[in-house]
């Protein structure tokens, strides 16, 4: 199993940047890839960007050019540069890890980032 805890998040004004973190301890050798979901009260959980063991990056269309993902091993943290945000990115924000024995995905509890006009 591994435990995700996100933080970072918060109030902003449109244009800003935050940087979100998560986290990760327990089996983290089995971890295969990572990454951040956001949702909106009311819509369907948006995958914004993953990063693989190998490196990998992608990130959704609508973020970018403003949204890095990137890892430090040495803490067994995932970042995500959140950068010239806007109001449409107010959301939850999710990480998640993806395991390879077993496979299953585990998830932190999220947090919320807030964008003003």
């Known amino acids: 199993q591994v435990q995700l805890v996100e933080s970072g998040g918060g109030l902003v004004q449109a244009g800003g940047s935050l940087r979100l973190s998560c986290a990760a301890s327990?089996?983290?050798?089995?971890?295969?890839?990572v990454g951040w979901y956001r949702q909106v009260p009311g819509k369907q959980r948006e995958l914004v960007a993953t990063?693989?063991?190998?490196?990998?990056?992608n990130v959704a269309n609508s973020v970018k050019g403003r949204f890095t993902i990137s890892r430090d091993g040495a803490k067994n943290t995932v970042y995500l540069q959140m950068n010239s945000l806007k109001p449409e990115d107010t959301a939850v924000y999710y990480c998640?890890?993806?395991?390879?024995?077993?496979?299953?995905?585990?998830w932190g509890q999220g947090t919320q980032v807030n964008v003003s006009s």
């Open positions: 998640y890890a993806d395991l390879y024995a077993p496979p299953l995905r585990s």
């Open positions: 327990g089996s983290i050798f089995s971890i295969n890839a």
């Open positions: 990063l693989t063991t190998g490196g990998n990056t």
